[in-house]
Structure formats: C-alpha cells, structure tokens
T-cell receptor, first 113, second 111 residues
Framework: DQQVKQNSPSLSVQEGRISILNCDYT??????FLWYKKYPAEGPTFLIS?????DKNEDGRFTVFLNKSAKHLSLHIVPSQPGDSAVYFC????????????FGKGTKLSVIP | DAGITQSPRHKVTETGTPVTLRCHQT?????MYWYRQDPGHGLRLIHY???????DKGEVSDGYSVSRSKTEDFLLTLESATSSQTSVYFC??????????FGQGTRLTVV
C-alpha cells in the first residue's frame, strides 16, 4: 500500500511557464515533507521541504504547498527552465520515528525550450 | 556536498554469489539508509541504521543484510544475488530531522 503517491509519471512544460508537481499521502503520522530532484546517473538531491505546521515554504523559484486536510502537497516551479528537467520525488517522514523517508514513484519533468 | 561515498559505483556479478556494497560518510550522522531504485517503483528502503550495531528492516529487506560496526560505514550484503536484485542502490545519511543526503549510487547487475 503506497503511503506517498505521485500519480503523474511525467509532465511537459514550456520554458518560462509554471510547473506544478503533485503528491498525495495517506499516513497521518507524517509530519515532514520533502522534494528531491534526480538527474540520470546521479543520486537524488534535496530541493525543498515543509513541516506539517506550515502550509507554504518558498525558496527562490521553488514553492511547496501543503494541504493537511486533503493530505496533499504540491511543488511549484516558476519560471521553469530547461535545467529543471529531471525526475522529482516527493518524500515524507515522521519525526517520531527513525526519520526514514518514504518516497513516491517520481514525476519526470521535461521543460521544453 | 555531503561527505558520502559509495563503492563500487558499478558491479556485475553472477547469480548466487554474495555481494557487498559499501557506504562511507564523513558527516558523523547517526542515521544511515540503503535504498534501491527501480523503474515504476521510485526509491524503496531496504535497511536502515540508527547507530553503531543498531539496524532495522525497511520495506524490501528480503535477501539483504546490513552491518554497521563504525559510525562512518554502512555495508549492504546480498547474501546470494538474484536477477531481481539488479538495481541501482543508493545510500543516504541523515541528521535528526534534516531530511537525507544521498550518495551517487551503485549500479548492480546480476547475470
């Protein structure tokens, strides 16, 4: 049973437009959510995170929104750039546990010049 | 970059042979993890460690064992490699509550 779901395997966006990547979760014990970016042949790299006590966190072109009642979070990238083309993983963990991350299956973002 | 190194980076091995992958960190983080990445599955946790000699199973632990005799090293052993264990393996380290930093990965092929 998937606890973190990314229902869109892929997304294509024009350069300069907004990219919106979505993630849903089922485990109410999760209290910290992260987005990772992964290029081929490299390890995932941390992008941005949000605590469950917040509903928004912003870092430059990247903003993560959290809707706890809907158990949904989204990553907004504005404006999208060709270098943003990668696989994006949503992840979550419970601070009461061992901080082990549970990942979604990923969304492949392609930013078209 | 977080000081985390995986070795080897690539390995081809035969079915039935034991294989050990090594993860080395220089960050003195308490938590260390082994994940595998497969198409259509994302990253799945194999085993993790919360201290020297303290380990526990993750989601896909069957066929794998781990050891952590020093803070800086976390070893993943495939006791008898099978073709289903062909994958990319990632080690990660985590400070408390800070998310995880990943190594570059080990591509393992079992033939």
């Amino acid at each position: 049973d998937q606890q973190v779901k990314q229902n869109s395997p892929s997304l294509s966006v024009q350069e300069g437009r907004i990219s919106i990547l979505n993630c849903d979760y089922t485990n109410s014990m999760f209290d910290y959510f992260l987005w990772y970016k992964k290029y081929p042949a490299e390890g995932p790299t941390f992008l941005i995170s949000i605590s469950s006590i917040k509903d928004k966190n912003e870092d430059g072109r990247f903003t993560v929104f959290l809707n706890k009642s809907a158990k949904h979070l989204s990553l907004h990238i504005v404006p999208s750039q060709p270098g943003d083309s990668a696989v994006y993983f949503c992840a979550a963990f419970s601070g009461a546990g061992s901080y082990q991350l549970t990942f979604g299956k990923g969304t492949k973002l392609s930013v078209i010049p | 970059d977080a000081g985390i190194t995986q070795s080897p980076r690539h390995k081809v091995t035969e079915t039935g042979t034991p294989v050990t992958l090594r993860c080395h960190q220089t960050e003195n983080h308490r938590y260390m993890y082994w994940y595998r990445q497969d198409p259509g599955h994302g990253l799945r946790l194999i085993h993790y460690s919360y201290g020297v000699k303290d380990t526990d199973k993750g989601e896909v632990s069957d066929g794998y064992s781990v050891s952590r005799s020093k803070t800086e090293d976390f070893l993943l052993t495939l006791e008898s490699a099978t073709s289903s264990q062909t994958s990319v393996y990632f080690c990660a380290i985590s400070g408390q509550g800070s998310g995880a930093f990943f190594g570059q990965g080990t591509r393992l092929t079992v033939v």
